[in-house]
Structures are given as C-alpha cells and as structure tokens.
C-alpha cells in the first residue's frame, strides 16, 4: 500500500512491525504509533508546527524562481539514503526489524507574497524504497519522473557542462 489517508496510515505503520522479534516491544510500539497517531489527528497540529518537526529535512534546492506559475530550482538528483541509525531511532528501526532508507527525494517550502507556504516533497520514480519509506513520508502523487539530459542549455537558459535532469 502507497497511497494513505489519515487513518490508513496508522495501520500501514503497525503492518511493518510483522518482522518484529520482540513481542514486548512490538506490544509497545503498536501502542505507541496508535496513540500517537490518534493524538497527531486530535490536535490538528498546525503548519508551523508540522514545519518545525521537519524543518532539518528542508534546503535541498538552491534556488527557486516563480515564472508562468512555474518553478524552478537547481539541485542534486536524489538518490536513497538512511535516516541517522546512531541514535534512538536507529535503535528503534533495529529493534522493528525495519530498513532506515529513505527513497530519493528533495524538501522543498514554496512561498509567494500574499499565500501561505507549502512545503512538500519529490520523490525520484523507480528510487529504491518508494513501497517502504522509513518515515512514511512518500506518496504516490508526489513521485515524479526525472528526465535525463545531455550536457547542452539547461532549462533557465545557462550552458549546462554536465548531463542534468527535468522535472515537468
């Protein structure tokens, strides 16, 4: 399952406890991401909030740029990477017996005078781990295709030395 809502998700979360070892910890931690989830739901927590929580994840674009009600940025193309295993949540995954890999992605925050801010993500089609984000974070609506292409003009009209990538 890819594609979750508000209550889908808790369930999915609980679902890759399965190669648990531990049956207290996995008693535990099915109690823990209920009533977390529950609580996440029942407060309505805010965007600033959400952002806060998140906010170390974000700058991965360099430069952003409103044209045509488009955007553009420069940037890396993301491959998969762990989420930091030297610490609680490492210990935590382990003990899960769940994977810490991320699927490729870039953060991003969009803002424009008079809107709020939205901040999102994209994740690279065909990256490792889009059916099983440590995080939960992917959604399919949110995977796009990176196109590949020689080194020529880029996008933005600057001579590209190196092969680059397009998102549309």
Same mark, same amino acid.
Not at 73 to 92: A, E, K, L, N, Y
């Given at each position: 399952?890819?594609?979750?809502?508000?209550?889908?998700?808790?369930? *999915?979360? @609980?679902?890759? =406890?399965?190669?648990? #070892?531990?049956?207290?910890? $996995? /008693?535990?931690?099915?109690?823990?991401?209920?009533?977390?989830?529950?609580?996440?739901?029942?407060?309505?927590?805010?965007?600033?909030?959400?952002? *806060?929580? @998140?906010?170390? =994840?974000?700058?991965? #674009?360099?430069?952003?740029? $409103? /044209?045509?009600?488009?955007?553009?940025?420069?940037?890396?193309?993301?491959?998969?990477?762990?989420?930091?295993?030297?610490?609680?949540?490492?210990?935590?995954?382990?003990?899960?017996?769940?994977?810490?890999?991320?699927?490729?992605?870039?953060?991003?925050?969009?803002?424009?005078?008079?809107?709020?801010?939205?901040?999102?993500?994209?994740?690279?089609?065909?990256?490792?781990?889009?059916?099983?984000?440590?995080?939960?974070?992917?959604?399919?609506?949110?995977?796009?295709?990176?196109?590949?292409?020689?080194?020529?003009?880029?996008?933005?009209?600057?001579?590209?030395?190196?092969?680059?990538?397009?998102?549309?």
């Amino acid at each position: 399952m890819r594609q979750f809502d508000e209550k889908s998700i808790t369930q *999915a979360v @609980i679902g890759r =406890l399965s190669e648990c #070892g531990d049956p207290r910890f $996995k /008693s535990i931690m099915t109690s823990l991401i209920t009533h977390l989830h529950d609580f996440v739901r029942e407060v309505k927590l805010t965007e600033p909030e959400w952002l *806060a929580a @998140i906010q170390f =994840l974000t700058g991965a #674009g360099q430069r952003a740029r $409103k /044209s045509a009600r488009s955007y553009w940025f420069r940037s890396i193309r993301p491959t998969f990477h762990p989420v930091p295993t030297d610490g609680p949540v490492g210990r935590m995954l382990r003990k899960m017996g769940r994977h810490p890999y991320r699927p490729g992605h870039i953060h991003m925050i969009v803002s424009a005078a008079g809107h709020l801010p939205v901040t999102t993500h994209l994740f690279v089609a065909g990256s490792q781990y889009l059916d099983s984000d440590a995080v939960f974070g992917m959604k399919e609506s949110l995977v796009a295709q990176f196109d590949r292409h020689p080194p020529g003009v880029g996008p933005n009209g600057a001579r590209m030395d190196t092969p680059f990538y397009t998102v549309n």
